[in-house]
C-alpha cells in the first residue's frame, strides 16, 4: 500500500514562506516514474492543481501562482517539495500530495494558513 506523508504546513504571514514536503512509503517501488503533484482546496472550493512535476523533471504550474512557487522531486529520498514565497490569504488551503503512474494516490494533507 503506498503512503504520501505531507508535512510542513502551518501559519505563517502574508509576504511570509513555507516549505511542504510529501514523502513516499509503502509499495511505491518505482517512485522515479510518477508524476507528483501539489493540490489545494480551499474552504468550500474544488480541489485544484498547485504544480506538477514529471519524472523527467518538467514542472508545471498553476497561472494564478506567478513564479511564488517551486516543486522539486529527489528520486533517492522518494521525496516530493513545495517551496511557497511570497504567501497571500488567498493560499489558505489544505494541500494535497498526489502521485500518479497507473493508479493515484493522496495524501491526507497539510493545513496552510496565511494570516496577520
Known amino acids: 500500500q503506498v503512503q504520501l506523508v505531507e508535512s510542513g504546513g502551518g501559519l505563517v504571514q502574508p509576504g511570509g514562506s513555507l516549505r511542504l514536503s510529501c514523502a513516499a512509503s509503502?509499495?511505491?517501488?518505482?517512485?522515479?516514474?510518477?508524476?507528483m503533484a501539489w493540490y489545494r482546496q480551499a474552504p468550500g472550493k474544488q480541489r485544484e492543481l498547485v504544480a506538477s512535476?514529471?519524472?523527467?523533471?518538467?514542472?508545471e504550474y498553476a497561472d494564478y501562482l506567478k513564479g511564488r512557487f517551486t516543486i522539486s522531486r529527489d528520486n533517492a529520498k522518494k521525496t516530493v517539495t513545495l517551496q511557497m514565497n511570497s504567501l497571500k490569504p488567498d493560499d489558505t488551503a489544505v494541500y494535497y500530495c498526489?502521485?500518479?503512474?497507473?493508479?493515484?494516490?493522496w495524501g491526507e494533507g497539510t493545513q496552510v494558513t496565511v494570516s496577520s
Open positions: 498526489n502521485a500518479y503512474l497507473h493508479t493515484e494516490y
Open positions: 509503502g509499495g511505491i517501488f518505482s517512485f522515479s516514474m510518477y508524476i
Open positions: 512535476i514529471t519524472d523527467t523533471h518538467i514542472t
